[in-house]
């Protein structure tokens, strides 16, 4: 009779955890309610931007002072968010014209497949065809990301331990933090075709970033550059961020992503342990704002009248969203409430745009590189990008 009750006693307690740990994990109505909104809303501006592209472009940026919308061809880093966030939002809303409009673009994206001379295939293509596979189970689609997957593979190094980021001078063998974003197609890759040789120079690129971009404080720099042949580190650097000793914010907020990204295609806890210290340095930072939009570099000079970047917040959102799935209740709650804050001051007309202004960009006030004095302060295809897909995970919390 004891041990029964014990037992029933036990099963009790163990429901009890199990429900209250199901409230604290919920969503908010108040957050849902805006993001629906922020969602139909985004399907009429990104209407205004299919208006204003190119048949043959892809968006880049809008400047409101001159009313101008610079584009890019398809070879440009930024190429596959366009159509990504079309079928992100043709996801939420079955709006053929959206669907449509994505599938247009991605013909643009195809030649990229064969493209060896950049590390951004993963954006390129795996945001935009990788999107499009959740709609249609396209062999085509498979094979486009398995040459993109090939074509990446070309840049990975074995001595370095590192795909090479940029061909360009002064650098030798320069890898940017930003990279961790594009090991998302080789586990794509290797889980579609059986090929784990995607699979191993995705760990060992994780593998030799966590070791060198990040300093005690898990804080990350920007540039590594290596000795191409001995995979000596030469220096630590910045290219966009204040200075090489600063953390340059969209940079935090790739290796956050990215870190979180990896621990869910490999269950590997290493990486887990990574993104949530990645996650304390950031949310514990003194530099940044209560409402969670960071200044463009932690470590900017004149905080607080320094620029803010909605992309660095918007993929931290969505970062923070994912890595709530994978830790004790009362730490996701920690994140999603962070996760919150963002979607909610990102959706202030202060960063939200109007339907039909800001040249049919959803968010306002961007920083793309600062330093080169090239789009400071403006919208971003890929701010908008991580902000919806922060929405959507936002809205799947539902279903937990
Ligand atoms: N990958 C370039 C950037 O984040 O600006």
């Known amino acids: ?37 922020n969602l139909r809303q985004a399907v009429n501006q990104y209407k205004v931007l299919m208006g204003k592209v190119p048949a043959d472009r892809m968006p880049k940026t809008f400047y409101a ?21 079309l079928f992100e939002l043709y996801s939420f809303s079955h709006d053929t014209a959206l669907g449509n409009e994505a599938q247009r673009r991605l013909a643009l994206l195809e030649k990229e497949q064969y493209n060896k001379g950049t590390h951004d295939l993963g954006f390129m293509m795996y945001c935009s065809y990788g999107n499009g596979l959740r709609f249609a189970d396209s062999p085509r689609y498979k094979e486009i990301l398995l040459n993109s997957a090939r074509s990446l593979s070309t840049r990975f190094h074995p001595t370095v331990g590192c795909i090479k980021s940029w061909d360009s001078k002064p650098w030798h063998y320069p890898v940017i933090i930003d990279n961790m974003m594009n090991l998302e197609l080789l586990f794509w890759a290797t889980h579609e075709s059986g090929d784990s040789s995607f699979y191993k120079i995705a760990v060992t690129h994780a593998n030799t ?21 001995t995979g000596v580190i030469l220096a630590k650097k910045t290219a966009q961020g204040f200075a090489d000793s600063s953390a340059w914010a969209r940079g935090q907020s790739w290796g956050l992503y990215g870190y979180t990204m990896v621990y869910r295609c490999t269950h590997d806890p290493q990486y887990l342990e990574q993104a949530r210290k990645i996650a304390h340095f950031l949310l514990s930072n003194p530099n940044l704002p ?11 000079p004149n905080i607080p009248n320094a620029l803010r970047d909605a992309s660095a917040a918007a993929i931290m959102a969505s ?26 001051n990102l959706s202030d007309n202060n960063y939200k745009a109007v339907v039909g202004s ?34 959507l995970r936002y809205l799947e919390l539902r279903k937990k």
Not at 65 to 85: H, K, M, Q, V
Not at 290 to 300: F, G, S
Not at 368 to 379: I, Q, R
């Open 1 to 37: 009779m004891y041990r029964l009750l014990c037992l029933l006693s036990f099963a009790g307690l163990a429901l009890n955890a199990a429900a209250q740990k199901k409230d604290l994990l919920q969503p908010k109505p108040t957050v849902l309610r805006l993001i629906d909104g």
């Open 358 to 391: 800001n040249g049919g960009f959803l968010l306002k006030h961007s920083v793309g590189h600062l330093p080169a004095h090239s789009e400071v302060d403006v919208p971003l295809t890929y701010a908008d990008y991580y902000f919806v897909e922060a929405m």
């Open 209 to 229: 970033t966590m070791r060198n971009h990040y300093r005690p404080d898990y804080s990350s720099f920007h540039v590594v550059d290596y000795d191409s042949v």
């Open 319 to 344: 970062a923070l969203i994912e890595l709530s799935h994978y830790v004790q209740p009362a730490e996701a709650r920690g994140y999603l409430d962070v996760a919150e804050t963002i979607i909610v």
């Open 65 to 85: 002072n001159t009313g101008r919308l610079e584009t890019s061809d398809a070879g440009w880093w930024t190429s596959g968010f366009y159509p990504g966030t």
């Open 290 to 300: 209560a409402d969670k939009i960071p200044y463009w570099d932690y470590n900017a």
